[in-house]
């Protein structure tokens, strides 16, 4: 399934649905979203993985890279992770930049 | 005044194409391989070697998908560094092969079948899971990686904690979660470590020593299990592949190549608990070992430059492992020198302890040096200004420098004679009472001006029995190391309590919690540093294997279960460490000056015995007692022999009166005090202290 990703944004919150496989082919095309969404100025930025079907590492290190182009204030979520990659989010520790949630 | 154009107007360009690949001529420095704008800079020194590739590999492959010959016009000096644009950084594993003369009389050992692992590199694939059976015909096993610099650190920095006010904890990354019953997600792990860190704040330590997690193969050991034939793997990892790369089998993101940011959020949260790191570190000696070793990295670049070669061509054996580091060799000396720099300011490392240090002072013919070039360096180097050293002060060799190691202000050492020291008199050895004084007091006459901090007091540490194995095994038993029982120390100075190993006795049993209590009591109230073995505090057991380097299994691990059944001991270790906290009596930097300038007051630490002023120093002696001074008083008594004293106590300070804190003959939780229930005595100015055991007061009003 080849991946898709695009940005929503509604009063202070700037949603990101991804879908398919975000690998080192495709983070490049995540990155740019973030970029975006950074340059909208918005307090909270809500990751959608409900349809993504593979996160290879270089994924994983894409909420890094969002971490580091959002403002310290800025909330960034991260909802439908699968069970293995919200795994690898928190043993990484990943989860102290982003926050992992329910949805 | 413009506003600066901020549009890259110089960048790099490719200026030759190697093997399909866009290049130019890269930067020397630093070495290894760095993200530069387009493209990937990698730089590699050999002074010896004829001809020298870049070998790139995709992630797994086993054959290489590029290999990039350096041309002449690429090598600086003896450095050859290349820059390919087009690389995706973090799907690239790479490595170098080198070709030069064989001529090992020379010191030359260039082999050009082999793929070479950079000495430089960040991380290393090969051994991403830890025990994994791995492919051992694989092209070179063992491949260097690129690591992105973007953790997010926040605030974070090393703390810089005052030596004098450590209580050092030496735990085995793997070894502290891996049982079990750690109940952690991912047992064995730094993430595993990390789920801990409640139980390391709450015990009070505040700087945790791990031993080894420089990249090593756990499968390069030649030893089986004598009972079922199986391998026995290298547990410990004193056996280096990779200086900069953190263990990828430490951490449960391994597989995915995340090693660096799982060890970087345990150092972080490690920091916002208050709690140091320091890394066991090993430049002695490298994987590679004698002439039979395999060729993985130093010996196919520059053989001759970085191990120390006898005039025939042959390896020193300084380290007892095969091959020794050429430490003062100036190209070594700045590697080991830029690892370090690497440690402290990639992953916030606070110290570091340096296995077989005495090493690190000799000069590339094995002489020792008086002014050993990198042990100055290190001491003065900018970026690890703040940070601990600490020197295991001996090597393989019969160097032995306690109390000589080159300090340059800034050295800390293991004092091994602290621990035989203590062993002797616990164990009730005669004539130990006269040096365990001198023990207690920092050892001044080993750091005389350099203060108590010089000395990291230790009764265990990895090397040896575990405290509980202290006090129940009167010979090792390493049958289970493969080796007949031969390998391990031979000088434990334990004593069983009356019975080898394991006992369903009660009063031996009781002996052995007392002795270990008074062990601690004694450690936790010297002066130094003092430094716990993982797992003491809950009598942790290796069933009498004092050599544990090869025990992947319930041997070695923390048996989480022990917190329970040694609930007891685990509760007077943790009040102890408060105590520490709580007295800065007993964590004085400097030496006791002797009696107080002020006639009338007394000395900071005066020597006492059964009668007060009245230390029996005499070979037959198995009691001494000292009382410190201060802002406030403490008196500790130490009886290591088997009939209990009638003890005549120094009268304290006006207006005070001695209170009893610890009593390790008396039953749980009168064994020590909670502060503010300190006990007045019930005949003030005498105390009979039981045999066996330690006694502390404080003088309360």
């Given at each position: 399934m ?21 690998d ?5 095309a ?16 809500a ?20 971490r ?36 | 005044?413009?506003?600066?154009d ?43 070697a ?27 000096g ?16 790479y ?12 010191g ?10 950079d ?37 974070d ?11 050092v904890?030496?735990?085995h990354?793997r ?47 030649p ?8 391998p ?61 070793g ?8 520059d ?36 690892c ?47 940070c ?49 004084a ?33 006090v ?94 040694y609930?007891?001991l ?7 460490i ?28 005066s ?21 410190r ?28 009166e ?12 009168q ?10 005595l019930?005949?003030?100015g ?13 003088a309360?009003?």
């Amino acid at each position: 399934m080849p991946f898709s990703v695009s940005v929503t944004t509604s009063a202070d919150t700037a949603t990101i649905e991804l879908s398919g496989e975000l690998d080192a082919a495709s983070a490049p095309a995540f990155h740019d979203t973030i970029e975006k969404a950074a340059a909208a100025g918005v307090g909270h930025v809500a990751i959608k993985a409900h349809h993504l079907t593979y996160m290879a590492s270089a994924g994983l290190r894409s909420l890094v890279f969002a971490r580091q182009k959002m403002g310290e204030d800025v909330r960034i979520t991260v909802a439908g992770a699968t069970a293995p990659v919200a795994r690898t989010i928190r043993q990484a520790g990943f989860d102290r930049s982003v926050t992992l949630v329910d949805e | 005044m413009t506003t600066a154009d901020n549009r890259v107007r110089i960048d790099a360009y490719p200026t030759h194409r190697i093997a399909g690949h866009h290049v130019r001529a890269g930067s020397p420095l630093p070495f290894g391989a760095c993200l530069v704008p387009g493209g990937i800079n990698f730089s590699v020194y050999s002074d010896r070697a004829t001809r020298m590739w870049l070998v790139l590999f995709e992630p797994g492959a086993r054959e290489p998908l590029a290999e990039l010959e350096f041309p002449p016009s690429f090598r600086i000096g003896s450095v050859y560094a290349m820059t390919v644009f087009g690389l995706d950084a973090e799907s690239l594993e790479y490595g170098f092969r080198a070709d030069g003369p064989f001529d090992p009389e020379r010191g030359d050992r260039f082999d050009a079948t082999r793929v070479l692992t950079d000495p430089y590199a960040r991380l290393i694939s090969g051994r991403d899971e830890w025990g994994a059976e791995p492919d051992r015909d694989r092209p070179c096993p063992y491949r260097s990686r690129t690591v992105l610099d973007d953790f997010d650190w926040g605030d974070d920095a090393p703390l810089r904690l005052p030596a004098h006010d450590l209580v050092v904890y030496e735990l085995h990354v793997r070894g502290f979660t891996r049982h079990p019953s750690s109940g952690v997600t991912a047992p064995g792990t730094y993430a595993g470590l990390r789920e801990k860190i409640p139980y390391l704040k709450e015990l009070g330590v505040n700087c945790v020593e791990l031993m080894p997690v420089f990249e090593f193969d756990e499968h390069d050991n030649p030893r089986s299990d004598p009972a079922t034939g199986e391998p026995l793997l290298d547990y410990w990892g004193y056996n280096t592949i990779g200086f900069l790369a953190p263990k990828a089998g430490y951490a449960a993101t391994g597989r995915f190549g995340m090693q660096a940011d799982e060890f970087k959020a345990l150092v972080k949260e490690l920091h916002a608990a208050g709690i140091e790191v320091v890394l066991d570190v090993v430049f002695n000696h490298t994987a590679e070992g004698n002439e039979q070793g395999p060729t993985i990295s130093f010996r196919g670049l520059d053989n001759a430059t970085y191990y120390m070669l006898t005039p025939a061509g042959d390896y020193y054996n300084f380290s007892g492992t095969g091959n020794t580091v050429n430490c003062n060799h100036p190209v070594v000396r700045d590697f080991v020198l830029n690892c370090l720099r690497h440690w402290v300011s990639q992953y916030h490392i606070d110290g570091f302890r340096f296995d077989l240090a005495a090493i690190l002072d000799r000069a590339p013919d094995g002489t020792p040096l008086a002014n050993p070039p990198l042990l100055e360096q290190l001491a003065h180097d900018p970026v690890l200004r703040h940070c601990k050293l600490i020197a295991e002060a001996w090597d393989a060799a019969g160097l032995y420098e306690v109390g000589a190691f080159p300090a340059y202000g800034r050295w800390a050492e293991w004092n091994g004679k602290y621990r035989d020291a203590v062993r002797r008199f616990l164990r009730g050895d005669p004539g130990t009472v006269g040096e365990l004084a001198t023990r207690i007091a920092g050892s001044p006459d080993l750091y005389t001006g350099r203060g108590t901090t010089a000395s990291v007091n230790f009764v265990t540490a990895h090397d040896g029995f575990t405290l509980h194995d202290l006090v129940s095994y009167d010979t090792k038993h390493n049958e289970a190391n493969g080796e007949g029982n031969t390998d391990g120390a031979d000088d434990n100075h334990s004593w069983n309590c009356g019975v080898e190993g394991p006992t369903d006795d009660p009063d031996v049993l009781r002996l052995r919690i007392r002795q270990m209590k008074n062990a601690m009591a004694v450690l936790l109230t010297s002066q130094g540093i003092p430094m716990l073995l993982a797992g003491d505090e809950t009598a942790r057991t290796q069933s009498g294997n004092n050599n544990t380097y090869c025990q992947d299994n319930e041997l070695s691990w923390f048996d989480w279960n022990r917190r329970d059944t040694y609930a007891e001991l685990h509760r007077f270790v943790r009040c102890l460490i408060a105590f520490r906290h709580a007295h800065p009596l007993l964590r004085s930097p400097c030496h006791p000056g002797g009696p107080a300038p002020d006639a009338a007051g007394p000395a900071d630490i005066s020597w006492h015995g059964v009668r007060a002023w009245q230390p029996d120093w005499s070979a037959e002696s198995r009691l001494l007692a000292l009382m410190r001074s201060g802002d406030e008083q403490i008196y500790v008594a130490m009886n290591a022999h088997w009939e209990p004293h009638d003890l005549e106590l120094p009268r304290p300070e006006p207006g005070t009166e001695w209170h009893l804190v610890v009593d390790t003959a008396a039953e749980p939780t009168q064994d020590i005090r909670d502060p503010g229930e300190e006990m007045p005595l019930e005949v003030p100015g005498h105390y009979r202290i039981a045999p066996r055991s330690t006694v502390i007061l404080l003088a309360r009003p």
